[in-house]
């Protein structure tokens, strides 16, 4: 019998998988340094190739690049780098005629403070935009309160003029816009039917758990370094699903899209109400549980993510989810350390290679739609700068001086960026193994990992055993069994903290997916039900021994079963 409910609930968003493109990192067309939509064009083929469904490229739109493309200075034009309106159209021809989805970031809770309506909204108080931002009185010649900026300083900037302050939570050139304003939500609005008109197939929506504050703007509880935490009262604030439902009704729900907000800090309950099945604010979220569980403090060793905390976010987010919001899952994006050097081993080739594959079993048969951020699937690594003066992330800058500040030392700090610096993702995508990994024939804007003589794509191409070709399987299983679209999920052994085993099943499928996180051999004796199931597995990073229940696993063996009892 053909359960209604459950075939209400198919989409194509979650039999997808998401491939995101930093565009400046991706490849150069025309030699000044600077990856370009005409060299997304360029490498359409490869996407193809590795099957995936539906593209996310990072802002490509005019702006200063005070965070790369994250400060829009008109959300109607292309950056001169990356091209002009006729590549970005021809690029959704193209991709579109590939079979590609496109989807576009959109980055609506700050503008730059370039935008022409901040520039009116500075030009006088009586300005028909001035409540296009969020300008407050100082308090006896001080900010407004407290709140300190995410990436260092405070979160207000003064404007001499107008004798006021601005918020701006990110850089002081990204103001936060006013979402209070319904003309404000209006342009947003309009702005994303303009995109969609072109044909775009979705957005990423950037920090959208932030667009609407507690109105009074009350300080924030006092960190050490004296500023005090906006994070409590501009995160999923009180009108925010407000919001999110309006722009449902306006603009999402005329049309067929994929769409996901980013929305750190945010819980399951959060989930159930941004990404619910119900359908009416956003397709699914990015959560951030799984980011913080690494720490790099100045002068300290590095302390890796716990595996059983690792587990037990990834239960969480699996099991209270399921059939009530769509999960997205991902290791890393443009704002991460690389996957395989945070949550895998890079300190070997075999180790990188093996550790890379395991991450991405373990992670794409989990249920949700996985997102695969341009490098992780050849594995590339993070990378060590010599200097700051190497480094461009706006963010880790902020965060060497300010370390320097409090007293570091220059390598104590370049120690903790080597382990969280955005720019250890940013470096340029590793084509082949020519000058700059073919990804310039030009000086690239950011240094290339050196190591693009041994991980780059074409010499992956033409190895089957590579993590490209890997990655291009878990894709096809994806298409093959619905259990891993559709099942639910049971994590086994929880306690164990070398292994993550996990058992999914759907209308008589059941799948088995069995990971050895860490670098020493583990025997693991299996239930006589478990054996009994357990047959070929359809995919495994390297031959597993079996000896009556007991598999031996290498370290980072990574290895997953189907078996249906549809027929039995
Ligand atoms: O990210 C917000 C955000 O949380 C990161 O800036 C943060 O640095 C990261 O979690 C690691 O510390 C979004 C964009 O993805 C980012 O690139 C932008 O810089 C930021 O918003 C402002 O638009
Ligand atoms: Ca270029």
């Not at 590549?87 to 579109?96: F, P």
């Not at 965060?399 to 220059?410: D, L, M, R, V």
């Amino acid at each position: 019998m053909i359960n209604n409910k459950l075939n209400d609930n198919k989409k194509w968003w979650k039999e997808s998988v998401v491939y995101q493109i930093y565009p400046r990192s991706f490849y150069d067309s025309n030699g000044d340094g600077i990856g370009d939509l005409r060299g997304i064009i360029n490498k359409l083929d490869y996407l193809v190739h590795l099957g995936v469904d539906v593209l996310w490229i990072c802002p490509f739109f005019t702006s200063p690049n005070a965070d790369n493309g994250y400060d829009i200075s008109d959300y109607r034009s292309i950056a001169q780098e990356c091209g002009t309106m006729e590549d970005c159209d021809n690029l959704l021809l193209r991709a579109h005629q590939k079979g590609l989805k496109v989807m576009m970031d959109l980055v609506v809770n700050h503008s730059s403070d370039e935008h022409s309506w901040f520039v009116e909204s500075c030009s006088s108080m009586t300005s028909n935009k001035r409540s296009y931002y969020i300008w407050r009185d100082g308090k006896s010649n001080e900010p407004p309160n407290n709140w300190m900026s995410f990436f260092g300083g405070d979160a207000w900037k003064y404007d001499e003029q107008s004798e006021q302050y601005y918020l701006h939570l990110f850089t002081e050139k990204q103001p936060d816009l006013n979402w209070e304003n319904s003309s404000v939500r209006r342009e947003v609005y309009d702005m994303m039917e303009y995109w969609i008109n072109k044909g775009f197939d979705g957005f990423r929506m950037d920090m959208i758990s932030l667009i609407s504050k507690v109105p009074d703007f009350p300080d924030g509880p006092m960190m050490p370094n004296g500023y005090g935490m906006p994070f409590p009262y501009v995160n999923n604030g009180p009108r925010v699903h407000e919001y999110l439902q309006e722009m449902h009704q306006e603009v999402l729900s005329k049309h067929d899209l994929i769409t996901v907000g980013e929305t750190p800090g945010a819980t399951t309950d959060d989930a159930k109400k941004y990404a619910s099945e119900a359908g009416n604010e956003l397709n699914m979220i990015f959560q951030f549980e799984h980011m913080q569980l690494d720490k790099a403090e100045p002068g300290k060793p590095y302390q890796r993510p716990d595996l059983i905390k690792l587990k037990q976010i990834m239960n969480k987010w699996q099991t209270q989810l399921h059939g009530i919001a769509w999960n997205s899952l991902y290791w890393n994006n443009h704002d991460q350390p690389r996957a395989v050097s945070r949550f895998g081993d890079d300190s070997t080739r075999k180790c990188r290679e093996k550790s890379a594959k395991m991450l991405a079993l373990c992670l794409h048969m989990m249920q949700g739609t996985p997102y695969i951020y341009q490098g992780e699937e050849l594995g590339m690594t993070n990378i060590a700068f010599n200097s700051i003066d190497e480094v461009n992330d706006v963010e880790a800058v902020q965060t060497y001086h300010s370390g320097i500040n409090a007293g570091a030392s220059p390598e104590e700090m370049m120690q903790v960026l080597y382990h969280r610096c955005r720019d250890n993702s940013r470096t340029p995508m590793q084509w082949d193994d020519s000058k700059n990994a073919g990804f310039t024939s030009g000086t690239p804007w950011l240094k290339v990992n050196s190591n693009y003589t041994e991980i780059n794509a074409k010499s992956q191409m033409e190895d089957s055993n590579s993590v490209l070709n890997f990655y291009r399987k878990l894709i096809c299983l994806r298409k093959q069994y619905p259990v891993i679209v559709n099942g639910d999920y049971q994590e086994l052994i929880p306690e164990d903290e070398r292994l993550f085993i996990y058992k999914r099943e759907y209308e008589g499928e059941k799948l088995y997916v069995i990971c050895n996180f860490k670098d020493e051999k583990v025997n693991l004796t299996l239930s006589n039900d478990i054996t009994k199931d357990i047959k070929d597995p359809i995919i495994t990073n390297m031959v597993i021994p079996q000896h009556g229940n007991i598999l031996s696993l290498d370290s980072y063996a990574a290895t997953a079963y189907i078996v249906s009892t549809k027929y039995d």
